[in-house]
């Protein structure tokens, strides 16, 4: 089970690899049947506004519940369905449903709450997405600010024509842009500020150890100087401490969210209590 490969070396395929693979065979497989048998289901976690405590919004976290595999993380199943272009149709349903959560939630009262959906590049590279979105924008009668879409860095590295023309449609539309995971890919700063992003999400790898690594602070309080010289609004990911609260408010990054405040739950009653008392 040893391959030549083009330079006359051996590759081999080690049992490891091979498990790898069939799981993700497995998963591409199952994931076919998920939206069918309604195994998708969305969660919402709260963003809140560090000054005075309320929520503008709320993210939509992608869960899936197999009923034989059990529960399956997006960080593994996103790139199998990313792979096999899967990710399209999951993602359209993703962006309906959260897009109908937050319509019942205005309706129910949290009359200005937005809300924040993640877009793989993939989606992103589709010159019919803007209108697939003011579609389902316009379905549901909610205005176009009320929708983030979170891109993470470099959405625009392999096809920068594409993406410019579709940040520009989704902008001009009205749909807000957050850079997600901010600082860990590469920006080009020119392009954050030519394409009007609304605001950077700091990744929580840089937010986690703020208590004792000068550098994540340094790091950080940069970002947020930037982000306000720039004209975008700050949120911190993965917030899970007072400390690192603290250090954000006195850094003046506008939003955190994390499990200090909530994990991501389920639109039931417990969420819906939060977001009112919050509101
Ligand atoms: P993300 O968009 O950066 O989401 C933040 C992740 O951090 C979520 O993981 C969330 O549950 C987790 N998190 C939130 N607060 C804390 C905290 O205080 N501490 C820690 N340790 N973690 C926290 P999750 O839900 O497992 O999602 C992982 C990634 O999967 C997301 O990262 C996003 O890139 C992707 N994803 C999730 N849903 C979707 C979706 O609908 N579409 C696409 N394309 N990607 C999605
Ligand atoms: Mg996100
Ligand atoms: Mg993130
Ligand atoms: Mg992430």
Redesign the pocket.
């Known amino acids: 089970h040893a391959k030549l490969d083009g330079r006359n070396t051996y590759r081999f395929f080690t049992p490891e690899m091979r498990a790898q693979s069939l799981r993700a065979l497995q998963l591409e497989n199952a994931l076919r049947r998920a939206l069918d048998r309604d195994e998708l289901q969305?969660?919402y976690?709260p963003q809140v506004r560090i000054r005075t405590g309320r929520v503008h919004s709320v993210?939509?976290?992608?869960r899936w519940n197999h009923p034989k595999l059990g529960p399956i993380?997006?960080?593994e199943f996103?790139p199998v369905a990313e792979d096999t272009g899967q990710?399209l149709q999951?993602?359209e349903w993703?962006l309906r449903n959260a897009v109908a959560q937050l319509k019942a939630w205005r309706s129910a009262g949290l009359a200005e709450l937005k809300i924040a959906?993640?877009?793989?590049a993939i989606?992103f590279h589709q010159p019919q997405l803007p209108d697939l979105v003011s579609q389902i924008l316009h379905a549901a009668a909610v205005p176009p600010d009320a929708l983030e879409l979170?891109l993470?860095e470099g959405v625009a590295v392999n096809d920068p024509r594409t993406a410019t023309e579709t940040m520009d449609q989704l902008r001009s539309r009205g749909v807000r842009l957050s850079i997600?995971?901010f600082g860990t890919g590469y920006s080009s700063l020119s392009q954050l500020k030519r394409f009007q992003i609304y605001k950077l999400?700091i990744d929580?790898s840089f937010v986690q150890d703020l208590d004792h690594d000068g550098n994540d602070r340094a790091i950080v309080s940069a970002i947020i100087r930037m982000a306000q010289a720039l004209g975008m609004q700050t949120t911190a990911?993965?917030?899970?401490t007072d400390a690192q609260l603290q250090f954000l408010r006195d850094m003046g990054c506008d939003e955190a969210?994390?499990?200090?405040f909530s994990?991501?739950l389920p639109p039931g009653e417990e969420l819906l209590d939060f977001l009112k008392g919050r509101a």
Do not use: F
Request: charged share 20%; net charge negative; proline share 6%.
């Open positions: 969305l969660h976690q993210e939509a976290l992608l993380s997006p960080s996103i990710i999951i993602g993703v959906v993640n877009l793989s989606q979170e993470t997600d995971d999400k929580q990911e993965g917030v899970e969210q994390g499990y200090y994990r991501p």
